[in-house]
């Protein structure tokens, strides 16, 4: 028989007869098949766990998991590979590949590892304030405080708790957690408060008697009177003080506290007495009866029997009830000293009980007062001579009396006396009227010419005239008629003549003229000496006019 290819399980391939081939358990793959290519190969065989093995038989009879035919080789074949668990940062988990869990940014947990209870969850997280929040993402990347570490929980987790001020009832403060401040019956102010200044302080407590003390417990539970309120102290309030009835010397009565009542000169009866219920001492004195006797009673007492109360404290051993006196003043300015009655019978005027006659409080008689216009007023010496009038003496009434009238009386030299009518007329003199007296008039003053030195002249009275430098003509003189010397322009040196001794001057000045001092030279008055004034002396050379 001829050769051909004889295949085996593990793919070898020898060239034998059929018959020795089937004898050997080959497979015959026909007379006169080369080897080369004859034979198929033993292929890959993917493991459940995602792994390729070669397999040494045909047909992969020694594959253990999937075999992926003759003639595939590891090198070319991808396994399908097995999912687990794969975890991710917020504790979810899901069943993929080992890539794709990479891919997806997740931890992958191995081969076949099913999710339940493979991930580790995002645990609690602490923060400052003592709570708890549940962190998401595990590893506490995101917590804010202290991570408590994975699969941790809020609920069963005991955070440390901040301390703050816990304040007790006697003012006290310690810096303990919020719970054990209630554990230790304070009250917590907060987290992270500070113990100064927390907590309120027990405060002043006012008692009945008006002292003051301090509570020992804030809210005063301990006040055995008014509380002021915590924080209070005895040196800030003001406790009301306790009143009583206080009697005074007069006998009245008022509810005042006890230094009130000594500030007042009172007698305090003590604390919580009243004057409804108090019958305080009535003050007694002396009490004149009808009869001038004198008794020591109280006022009342002294009315009930018609008697004059003299007053609180009088004594009926200083005589109170004797007549009183006093000065009597008369119309006549006159004084004496009697009893009121006596004063009254003799037509006087009383002064009042203990006035005396030295000095005499009697004011001086009236009189009637005459005046120049011839009216009359009743008034005193000293007030008629003080206005001006005419006393015509004491207890004179205007009624019996004819007061003379007078005025002033101008003469023609401006002179003015007070006059009767008859006696100006007969003086020469104008009567200016009844009651016109020389101070409420101005009696008219002469005039007459007046001359000055520039040869000009004016009607003045004499003073004016002198105060202007003038020379008075007389009264009632006149300017007509050449009443005043023409003047002498250029007679310098008053010689009565204008020459030489003048005209030296003027040459002796020549030039403006010296502020504040005498110019005479300065003939035309205009303030220097020059050609004007020349020309004026030389047209006045010779005697004067």
């Known amino acids: 028989q001829p050769p051909g290819a004889c295949c085996f399980d593990d793919g070898s391939c020898t060239s034998v007869t059929e018959e020795d081939c089937v004898a050997a358990g080959g497979a015959f793959q026909g007379d006169g098949i080369a080897c080369a290519g004859a034979c198929p190969q033993p292929g890959a065989c993917c493991l459940a766990d995602g792994s390729c093995v070669q397999s040494t038989e045909v047909g992969g009879g020694d594959c253990a998991g999937t075999y992926q035919g003759d003639d595939t080789d590891c090198g070319t074949t991808a396994c399908d590979q097995p999912p687990g668990a794969c975890c991710f940062d917020d504790g979810s988990c899901t069943s993929v ?29 602490c ?82 008697d008006g002292s003051c003390v301090l509570s020992t417990e804030v809210g005063g539970a301990d006040c055995a009177g008014t509380y002021q309120g915590d924080d209070t102290t005895c040196g800030g309030v003001s406790c009301p003080q306790p009143t009583g009835a206080c009697c005074f010397a007069d006998g009245s009565c008022s509810d005042l506290t006890a230094d009130n009542c000594a500030a007042g000169a009172g007698a305090y009866t003590g604390d919580g007495t009243t004057c409804a219920a108090t019958m305080c001492p009535q003050p007694t004195g002396a009490c004149c009866l009808a009869d001038g006797s004198c008794v020591d009673g109280t006022g009342d007492d002294c009315l009930d029997h018609g008697g004059v109360y003299q007053g609180d404290g009088i004594e009926c051993v200083t005589d109170p009830c004797r007549p009183l006196t006093g000065a009597c003043c008369f119309a006549d300015g006159s004084c004496s000293v009697g009893t009121a009655d006596e004063c009254a019978a003799g037509g006087g005027s009383y002064e009042g009980d203990g006035t005396s006659c030295s000095p005499s409080p009697c004011p001086p008689p009236l009189g009637a007062c005459c005046f120049d216009d011839g009216t009359c007023t009743p008034d005193t010496l000293d007030g008629c001579n003080g206005a001006g009038g005419n006393y015509q003496g004491d207890l004179v009434d205007c009624f019996d009396v004819t007061c003379p009238v007078s005025g002033g009386c101008c003469f023609d030299d401006g002179s003015c006396v007070d006059d009767d009518p008859d006696g100006c007329a007969a003086a020469g003199g104008a009567y200016q009227g009844d009651g016109v007296t020389c101070d409420r008039v101005t009696c008219p003053t002469p005039v007459g010419a007046c001359c000055f030195d520039d040869g000009s002249c004016g009607v003045l009275d004499p003073d004016t005239c002198t105060g202007a430098a003038g020379v008075y003509q007389g009264d009632d003189t006149t300017c007509g008629g050449g009443t005043c010397d023409e003047p002498c322009l250029g007679d310098l040196d008053d010689s009565g003549d204008v020459g030489i001794v003048d005209l030296l001057t003027v040459l002796s000045a020549w030039g403006p003229c010296k502020e504040g001092e005498p110019c005479p030279a300065d003939i035309d008055g205009s303030l220097d000496v020059g050609f004007g004034d020349l020309l004026v002396l030389l047209s006045a050379w010779g005697l004067c006019p």
């Open 127 to 208: 923060l400052a304030d003592g709570s708890c929040v549940q962190s998401a993402e595990v590893g506490g990347g995101d917590c804010a405080g202290t991570y408590q570490g994975d699969d941790t929980d809020c609920g069963t987790t005991a955070c440390d708790q901040p301390p703050g001020a816990c304040c007790f009832d006697d003012g006290s403060c310690t810096s303990v957690t919020e719970e054990d401040c209630v554990a230790a019956g304070g009250a917590f102010q907060g987290d992270g408060i500070d113990c100064a200044g927390a907590c309120p302080q027990p405060g002043a407590c006012c008692l009945a």
């Open 97 to 125: 590949t080992e890539e794709d869990c990479v891919a997806a940014g997740g931890a992958f947990q191995g081969d076949g590892i099913a999710c339940a209870g493979a991930c580790p969850q995002p645990g609690a997280c």
